[in-house]
């Protein structure tokens, strides 16, 4: 369980940090990792088909990622779509007057927007 009303995730605003999924109930994190041997050639296949099951019925605005278990197999765009949400176009402004030449860099960092 994540959250809810009376949640303390839940006590500050989504708008009140870049984590915008604090009104969310409850979270499923697909993690996957191998201690030994060689990754499974159909092993992101298989995860992202398991995500997708899960996530296909939700609507648009019920489901999000958390950057710290970042999904390299996501584009730029979508990663901070579903990173950031609707904190995104504040997050772009912030980049935009801190960081515009993009020293802090990264293939899904926050692009800077004016």
Known sequence: MHGGRESTIAA???SDT???HRDKLYIIQFYDRIDNGT???DGTKFLNGWVDA?????????????INYADTTLD??????????????KLEKLKAKYDPSELFYYPQSIEPKA
Request: charged share 30%; glycine share 6%.
């Open 18 to 20: 870049s984590y915008a």
């Open 54 to 66: 899960i996530t296909k019925p939700l609507k648009e605005e019920d489901f999000g990622m958390y």
């Open 76 to 89: 730029r765009k979508t990663a901070n779509k579903l990173y950031y949400g609707k904190n995104l176009r």
């Open 39 to 41: 990754y499974p050639a």
């Open 12 to 14: 500050k605003s989504n």
